[in-house]
């Protein structure tokens, strides 16, 4: 039997390496009733390396899925839920049932393990106090570019993930944005091919011309970096805050925090005239 019938196991995997997995995730992928994983021929060939026979289904934060499984959950079954790789809910699917879970009162069991963002962070060297995960960054480049200044305004690390396809424009960016940074890039890693990159962005876009498989890149912004939001950024974030109801106090708030900017300067920056 599981730990404990009719809950949730939130399970970490390898995020390259077999040999990355806990003894525990093991018992627990071989004990419960059912595991939900984002695609099951991948979660089929971890269960086959160590020899577990147990069910898998499939299961995306879209659709019914959630609420099929917590009936299920409900009539005692127990389920571990997986992704490809690494951390169930951390920039993969999972958040959805959890929240479903936890709602229906049924017990969500972490079972800890393989995270990129932590590896990555673990081996940089950075004196970095205060790391934020931010994730996946946009794929449409106003977008990424507005991420990367909400980055730059925090004034602390930040640790994204990126596609081969999508790197590049990322490291160009972070040169106009954050030349001055250190960035810490981690190509691959606990595969067979894993690069441990340390330097400028202007650097990491010349030693990443051809760049191939997935990279986690750990954001340390230079001293006095904090400040970058030019006024046409601070206008168009204004115009989003009051887009979602904000009033003009509320997003002068909001902005200034995000940009390090002094409120006073956010106010003379509202771009509506007719509100001044």
């Known amino acids: 039997m599981a730990e404990k019938s009719g809950a949730l196991f939130v399970v970490a995997t390898p995020i390259g390496n077999m040999e990355d997995i806990t003894l525990r995730a093991l018992r627990?992928?071989?004990?419960?009733?059912?595991?939900?994983?984002?695609?099951?021929?991948?979660?089929?060939?971890?269960?086959?390396?160590?020899?577990?026979?147990?069910?898998?289904?499939?299961?995306?934060?879209?659709?019914?899925?959630?609420?099929?499984?917590?009936?299920r959950m409900q009539r005692g079954e127990s389920i571990a839920l997986v992704s490809d790789a690494g951390t169930p809910g951390v920039s993969d699917p999972g958040r959805r049932l959890?929240?479903?879970?936890?709602?229906?009162?049924?017990?969500?069991?972490?079972?800890?393990?393989?995270?990129?963002?932590?590896?990555?962070?673990?081996?940089?060297?950075?004196?970095?106090?205060?790391?934020?995960?931010?994730?996946?960054?946009p794929r449409k480049s106003g977008e990424r570019q507005r991420a990367l200044a909400e980055i730059a305004a925090a004034g602390h690390s930040s640790v994204v993930f990126e596609s081969p396809r999508r790197v590049r424009a990322t490291l160009q960016e972070l040169t106009q944005m954050l030349p001055d940074a250190e960035l810490v890039i981690g190509r691959e890693l606990t595969k067979l091919h894993e690069q441990i990159w340390r330097g400028t962005p202007a650097a990491a876009v010349e030693a990443f011309a051809e760049p191939r498989g997935e990279f986690t890149i750990l954001i340390v912004p230079a001293a006095g970096q904090a400040d970058v939001?030019?006024?046409?950024?601070?206008?168009?974030?204004?115009?989003?805050?009051?887009?979602?109801?904000?009033?003009?106090?509320?997003?002068?708030?909001?902005?200034?925090?995000?940009?390090?900017?002094?409120?006073?300067?956010?106010?003379?920056?509202?771009?509506?005239?007719?509100?001044?």
């Open 98 to 137: 959890v929240a479903a879970a936890a709602a229906s009162e049924i017990s969500v069991i972490p079972i800890p393990g393989p995270a990129a963002s932590i590896a990555l962070w673990s081996v940089s060297g950075a004196e970095s106090p205060r790391v934020q995960l931010y994730g996946f960054l």
């Open 229 to 276: 939001w030019s006024d046409a950024q601070i206008a168009e974030a204004l115009a989003d805050a009051a887009a979602q109801g904000a009033s003009r106090s509320q997003a002068a708030r909001y902005v200034s925090q995000q940009s390090g900017r002094p409120r006073r300067e956010i106010y003379a920056l509202w771009p509506f005239a007719s509100e001044r």
């Open 28 to 71: 627990v992928l071989g004990e419960v009733d059912l595991v939900a994983a984002e695609h099951v021929p991948v979660a089929r060939q971890l269960l086959r390396h160590y020899e577990i026979d147990t069910i898998v289904a499939p299961y995306h934060d879209q659709g019914s899925d959630a609420r099929r499984l917590v009936e």
